[in-house]
């Protein structure tokens, strides 16, 4: 089910969302098709497991990364990785194992946003 509704509306990415059409954001957005983010969410684990996902926070958290459109839509979610793991190797494992399933700009297009946000 999950495959069915977290997905983009256009797999494609034909057009550039209107948001983007402003001038506060062109050119600097040009051509972007998503926005993605690393959470930390705060887990109980089993004692041998605890090492694994104290990460930067000092406490056990599973790393979890969430693509969205700019209609605030999630178009995908990797979840289960311990919070000792950084964004970046979640990021370049998605791109390998989810390969298929993970939204992509149409060829030549290369623009990727990125932003961190970590909740209290």
Known sequence: MAVDTI??????????HERLRDSRFSP???DCICAIDGSHIPVVVPA??????????????????A????DMRFTSVVA???GSAHDTRIFKDTLVKYATMFPHPPK????IV????TLP
């Open 7 to 16: 997905k983009p509306k256009d797999p494609d990415f034909r057009d550039v």
């Open 80 to 82: 289960g990785w311990p």
């Open 114 to 117: 990125y932003c961190i946000i």
């Open 67 to 70: 693509v969205c459109d700019f």
């Open 48 to 65: 041998e497991e605890i090492v694994n996902h104290v990460g930067r926070h000092g406490y056990p958290t599973q790393n979890i990364m």
């Open 28 to 30: 600097h957005f040009d």
């Open 108 to 111: 030549g297009n290369i623009t």
